[in-house]
C-alpha cells in the first residue's frame, strides 16, 4: 500500500493531519487506538506525532531518525513554525510523515 497516497488522499478530503497519518498505516498497525491530537506534545506538528506514534506502535522506534529527515526536508517539527516557514503545505507535511514513516517501516521489515 501507498501509504503516502492515502495520508494525502485523506487528508484533502478533510479529516486532520494527525488522523490522515495514523489512518493511512491502518494496514500494517495492529495496535492502533486513537490519532495523536495536533500540537499536543510541545506544538509538534499532527502529521508528525502520528507517524511517531505509528512507529511506535509497530515497534520500529526510530523516532531520532524520522525527526532528522523531515528537518532536513521543513526545517522544524513544529506546527506553527512549520506554517510560518511556509515551506510546504499541510498535505505535504502529511505526505512527507507517511512517506518517511513508510521507509523506516521498511528499512526495519516491518
Not at 14 to 29: I, K, L, P, R, W
Not at 58 to 68: C, Q, Y
Request: aromatic share 6%; proline share 2%; charged share 30%.
Amino acid at each position: 500500500m501507498d501509504h503516502e497516497k492515502a495520508a494525502r488522499a485523506t487528508h484533502r478530503r478533510g479529516t486532520s493531519c494527525a488522523g490522515s497519518v495514523y489512518q493511512a498505516f491502518a494496514d500494517v498497525n495492529k495496535h492502533m487506538t486513537n490519532a495523536p491530537t495536533p500540537r499536543s506534545e510541545g506544538g509538534k506538528c499532527g502529521a508528525v506525532l502520528s507517524a511517531e506514534k505509528v512507529l511506535r506502535e509497530v515497534g520500529v522506534g526510530k523516532i531520532d531518525e524520522f525527526e532528522r529527515e523531515f528537518k532536513e526536508r521543513f526545517g522544524s517539527v513544529k506546527c506553527y513554525e512549520l506554517l510560518g516557514k511556509r515551506n510546504g503545505s499541510c498535505n505535504d507535511f502529511v505526505g512527507a510523515a507517511a512517506a518517511i514513516a513508510d521507509k523506516l517501516l521498511e528499512k526495519q521489515g516491518a
